[in-house]
């Protein structure tokens, strides 16, 4: 496999381009990906590292929505019931696009008023039937002991049953990575820790951008007959970079999870708390051998790296003693983390006030178009969308999408041998790692550690092998020793302090790598352990 070289990238990067697409999280590199297989000359550019953000901070959840199907019901709210049934449809395509990446989990709800119970049970059978033939199982009504039995976790008392649904799971950060690679893939250039500073306009309209490599501080500029801002949250950012009276078209939440150890979720079962004391919705999952919890919902500014705040921190762990027999304690979180929701308002529409989860594309005088709102499940819905607007209002003349059926890098997975795989990997823990992490080239990465003497672990008591970060820098675009720990191998979202301790070395092999100066890997090291160090 070639090495990906961020410098020849940057070369091409001031060619012209057809679409620049502004924002490498979900949807920009959906847009990307989807736009470049198409056969446009694609140009992604990301001002930190691909899912740096949002996409990299969600509830790794891939899903239709429990709670906006309720919502729906209740509101009869079209948008909210359309929002699930795409979501539903998009979770079956992601399970099938990246099997490495994506997997069924089934989820408890405890419930503890007998009333409780039909009305969840068909709520949930509901959920099922909208999913079609793309259902992932069926919804079923659990006693008491079985509920106990299945999440040891539970408070008994009180307890009447539990209602089990399936969903699907997935490493959100890992699946953005493999849509940037498969849209190199297909040809598009796409280029981290490169900020869009300003856009060149011509009679009025934008067909161009200047940008700063983040990296070197050098400034270049790029031509291209499109312009698509997905920046999430940040949308309105870009907007007023082309206009600054444009009107807000976003309200952001925060949304704050917290990692504990594997022992308070079982390793098949996740449980969803359908009501907090103020109406929230909490997950509480297992996540590569860790627990997952979360979500608050407070409305926040559009705020680059945000923290959670102790408030928040202590309002989830107040509810996880509410529902589990064992105590929980702030000792034992291992990671926390903030992640930004962007809730969209159409500004063309009368009703400003009304918020939707849905996605708006927005064209503005100059021709820049943002495409806003949305989750992470329907990213691909999204850049589709996006896409389609373009080929009709510019004739564009493009061929069907084929995003629905293209696999992602590494999601070939039948033609990998697991057998191999793991007679050759030093453990089976690090075997299973390997696939659900690289798919069909966890063999290739194992085959480099093995030439290059990279088999150690990074650190103790995670699966992960040295060889991943040369692996990262040489064919991931990782260029900093963050994009390694949080976004490639995840490891400070899961465990904070264990991070810290493979971050010396993450840097030393990425120096090698790089070729940085010592003066330069001092710099990358004190980067990476003041950020970590101020993580909650």
Known sequence: MADLDRKSLLKKAEDRFDLLVIGGGATGAGVALDAASRGLKTLLVEKYDFSAQTSSRSTKLIHGGVRYLEAAIKRLDRVQWNLVKDALKERSVLLRIAPHLAKKIEL???????????????????????????????????????????????????????????????????????????????????????????????????????????????????????????????????????????????????????????????????????????????FVLPWHDHTL?????????????????????????????????????KDEVRSAWSGLRPLVKDPRAQDTAKLARDHVIVESASGLVTIAGGKWTTYRKMALDVVDHLNRTRNLGLPPSETQTLPLKGGRIESLDRTQLERAAPSPEVAEHLYHTYGDQALAVLTLAREENLLGPLVEGFPHLEAEVVWSARHELAEHPLDILERR?????????????ALPRVTELMAQEKGWSEAEKARMLRESEAWLTIAP
């Open 108 to 282: 408890l709800t405890p419930l503890y008023r007998a009333i409780e119970v039909p009305y969840f049970l068909t709520g949930l059978k509901l959920y099922e039937a909208l999913a079609g033939k793309e259902r992932l199982g069926r919804a079923y009504f659990l006693p008491k002991q079985e509920a106990l039995r299945r999440f040891p976790q539970l408070k008994a008392e009180g307890l009447k049953g539990g209602v089990v649904y399936a969903d699907g799971q997935f490493d959100d950060a890992r699946m953005n990575v493999a849509l940037v690679l498969t849209a190199l893939e297909k040809g598009a250039v796409a280029i981290n820790h490169a900020e869009v500073t300003g856009f060149i306009k011509e009679g009025g309209k934008v067909v161009g951008a200047e940008i700063r490599d983040r990296l070197s501080g050098d400034l270049f500029a790029t031509r291209a007959r499109m312009i698509v801002n997905a920046t999430g949250p940040f949308a309105d950012r870009i907007r007023r970079l082309d206009d600054p009276e444009a009107p807000p078209m976003l309200a952001t939440s925060s949304g704050v999870h917290l990692v504990l150890p594997g022992k308070y979720a079982p390793p098949e079962t996740g449980l969803l708390i359908p009501r907090t004391e103020d109406g929230r919705v909490l």
């Open 489 to 501: 191998t995840r490891i400070a979202f899961l465990d904070q302090k264990a991070a810290l301790l």
């Open 293 to 329: 919890v979360g979500t608050t919902d407070e409305p926040a500014a559009p705020t680059e790296h945000p923290r959670p705040t102790e408030a928040e921190v202590t309002y989830i762990l107040r509810h996880l003693k509410k529902h589990f027999a064992i105590d929980v304690t």
